[in-house]
Structure formats: structure tokens, C-alpha cells
């Protein structure tokens, strides 16, 4: 297992602190190397959760440069990268601060050793979170009830491989098992889809699934298929929200100071009314997927940022369609609350009206049956 490079990065927020932790002590005897990207844009709190899950860990956390401060005169990655991209602000259709910051140093400082990065996707979320394009970096999902990842799922479930899985499951099922074996000799199709076909294999039994998959990758060139063993295709675990606040709670670390809520209160109407905002992700203090209310949190808790922020908006370019100079306005700040706490109350009321519906329907139901015996 040494001949496998095992890392895990620490972006600062919540998943990838708690999977740290996580997988710390579960698997101590993965030599795991713990790594960050700084951007040099981060919050305090992001740096004090780092500092924190640091002690935790008891092994240092690497850092990962992406720029090398001896070849340029700006020190700050973010803002060398800005000027290297003609003062062209980062946005959804052009992530160019996630790839120069964030995937170019981690790939550069991989090489070409066979690697196994492990991604704190939790099993709540439905998304797959980023997967290296390079042979020699394979990504684990630990908290997901699928660990694999979408390019080795679509290999070992290919029609052409049904085979082997068929083979296997033969061999590991303790008696026959006809209903799971017509599942796996099923080919992929249009009524029948690769997604319906992985969840019928994965809920039948993950553990002997997990084993099919790597015994799979014994004849592949992935870094998982190099291991003797891979202690993961043991776990049937799933760690959602609640369970990455419990693992922060538990070990000391605590919960990002950033996501913590924060109460605010406005007068709607002529009557107060109180809510809370915090910060949704860790990153860049001027992320562009932040909310306007997140950008509002930024403005009064941490105004010298926000104007840091601004200060970036010019010739056009700013980090949302609505320019942070009219975002800060009192009336403009006034409104995005207003707008967020009348769309609590709406969303409040169509959740107590879908269960008030679903209980006369019951009730209705009840009735139905006891008069049928009338």
C-alpha cells in the first residue's frame, strides 16, 4: 500500500474537515496525506478551522502553492492569476480560480504516482464532485453509499462486463439468489438504466458490491485495483449534514464560526420581523456562487472585505449581475431581507399546508375503511 499515494484536501469548510477526522480514525492505518489550496482570499475562520483540525489530526496539513512567489512580483494567488487573466473576474461559465488555484496545484504536486484522493461529497447530496482526468488519480466518495465514482461505475456496469459481475456475485452469495442474478445478466437500457441497475446491486448487499467493484479494478490500471486490500469496500456507512456537524462537535474542531447563524430583524409592514443568515460555503470571501444574502452577511459582518470585494468590480466586470456598489445601498440591503423572510414565510406555509393535506387525506382514508365494515 505504500506504492499508493493516498491525500485528502481540506478546502476549510465543513465536509472535507469532518471527512479528515473521519477518516483519520477510522482507517488510521491509511497513511493519508492531508493537504490545502490557499487562494489567499479566505476568511479568518477558515484559516482557524484549518489551525484547528491541524492539532486534531496530529500530522501536519500540506500546502499546496500555486504560484511560485520567487518568479513573480504578486505574492497573492488570486490576484496574480486576475492579472494573468487580463482583469477578467472569475464566474460560473469561466471557473478560472478554482482550476489555477485548486486543481492545476494538485495535480502538478501528484505527478504521475498512482493516487487515491479521497472527496467529502456527503451520501445527502446528489452530485458528483470533481473527478481528475488523469489515469493515475482515482477519486473515493467515503461518506456516500456508492464510494465509486461515476467513470468506474460506467466501466464495471457496462453490458459487456456482466460476466464477470455475474461470476462474482455467484461465487459470493451463499445460496442462489435467482432474482439478483436476472438483475445482473439484465442488459442497460432504455427501460432499464445504468442508475436503476447500480442502486438495485448497491441495495441488495454494498458490502459484496464494493468487493465485485474492486475485484473489477484488479484487472485495470486504476491506483484502487493496486491495493492487496481496501479496508473501504468493508464500510455500509452514510454520513449526511447532521452527521458532519456531530464529527466537528465530537472532535473539538467545532463547526466553521462562518456557518454559524447570525439573528438580524427588520420592520415589514410596520411589525418586526427576526430571521438569520450565515455563510452556505467555504471558499474565496467574494465567491460568486454566494446568495444576495450572503453578500449582505459579508457587508455587516465583515464590511472591510465587502469593500475589498468591490474594489474589484470595474470596467464592467463584477461578481454577480447586480454590482456590489447597489447591492450595499440601505434600501437595496433592506430589500433582499425582506424578499428572504417573505420567502421563508411562503415556503413555511406551503410545508404546513402539504401536511395538513396529507393528514385529512389519511383521516379521510381511516374513515373509508371502518364504514366499508359498517
Excluded at 482515482?138 to 466501466?155: A, G, Y
Excluded at 432474482?179 to 438504466?193: L, R, W
Excluded at 469496500?233 to 462537535?249: K, Q
Excluded at 459582518?301 to 449581475?321: C, M, N, V
Aim: proline share 4%; charged share 30%.
Amino acid at each position: 500500500m505504500n506504492k499508493i499515494n493516498h491525500v485528502l484536501g481540506i478546502s476549510g469548510g465543513k465536509d472535507s474537515a469532518a471527512l479528515a477526522i473521519y477518516m483519520n480514525r477510522k482507517y488510521p492505518k491509511l497513511d493519508i496525506n492531508f493537504y490545502t489550496c490557499d487562494t489567499g482570499k479566505e476568511l479568518k475562520e477558515t484559516y482557524d478551522l484549518i489551525d484547528r483540525l491541524n492539532s486534531v489530526l496530529g500530522r501536519p496539513i500540506t500546502l499546496y502553492k500555486s504560484i511560485n512567489s520567487d518568479h513573480t512580483p504578486i505574492d497573492n494567488p488570486f490576484d496574480h492569476f486576475l492579472v494573468a487573466s487580463g482583469g477578467y473576474l472569475p464566474s460560473p461559465m469561466a471557473r478560472w480560480c478554482t482550476k489555477k488555484m485548486k486543481l492545476e496545484p494538485f495535480e502538478q504536486q501528484i505527478g504521475d504516482q498512482p493516487t487515491i484522493s479521497y472527496v467529502g461529497i456527503r451520501g445527502d447530496e446528489n452530485r458528483e464532485g470533481y473527478i481528475s482526468k488523469r489515469e493515475n488519480i482515482q477519486t473515493i466518495f467515503p461518506f456516500r453509499k456508492n464510494i465509486w465514482s461515476e467513470d468506474v461505475i460506467s466501466k464495471f456496469i457496462d453490458n459487456g462486463n456482466i460476466k464477470f459481475v455475474k461470476n462474482f456475485y455467484q461465487e459470493e452469495l451463499k445460496k442462489d439468489d435467482t432474482d439478483i442474478i436476472e438483475k445482473i445478466e439484465s442488459k442497460i437500457a432504455f427501460s432499464y438504466t445504468k442508475s436503476q441497475k447500480v442502486d438495485t446491486l448497491i441495495n441488495f448487499d454494498v458490502k459484496i458490491f464494493n468487493k465485485a467493484v474492486f475485484n473489477f479494478l484488479k484487472g485495470t490500471d486504476y491506483p484502487v485495483g493496486k491495493l492487496d486490500s481496501f479496508p473501504l469496500i468493508e464500510n455500509d456507512e452514510i454520513i449526511g449534514l447532521d452527521d458532519v456537524f456531530e464529527i466537528l462537535e465530537n472532535s473539538g474542531v467545532g463547526i466553521p464560526a462562518y456557518y454559524l447563524p447570525i439573528e438580524f430583524e427588520i420592520e415589514i409592514d410596520g411589525k418586526i420581523e427576526k430571521s438569520t443568515y450565515s455563510r452556505s460555503r467555504s471558499g474565496c470571501f467574494f465567491c460568486f456562487y454566494q446568495q444576495k444574502l450572503e453578500w449582505v452577511w459579508l457587508l455587516e459582518q465583515h464590511p472591510e472585505l465587502f469593500e475589498e470585494a468591490l474594489r474589484y468590480e470595474k470596467d464592467g466586470y463584477t461578481w454577480s449581475i447586480e454590482p456590489l456598489k447597489e447591492l450595499k445601498k440601505p434600501e437595496r440591503v433592506y430589500q433582499i431581507k425582506k424578499e428572504y423572510i417573505l420567502r421563508k414565510k411562503r415556503e413555511q406555509r406551503k410545508k404546513d399546508n402539504q401536511m395538513h393535506w396529507q393528514d385529512e387525506i389519511l383521516s379521510a382514508e381511516g374513515e373509508g375503511c371502518a364504514s366499508c365494515f359498517i
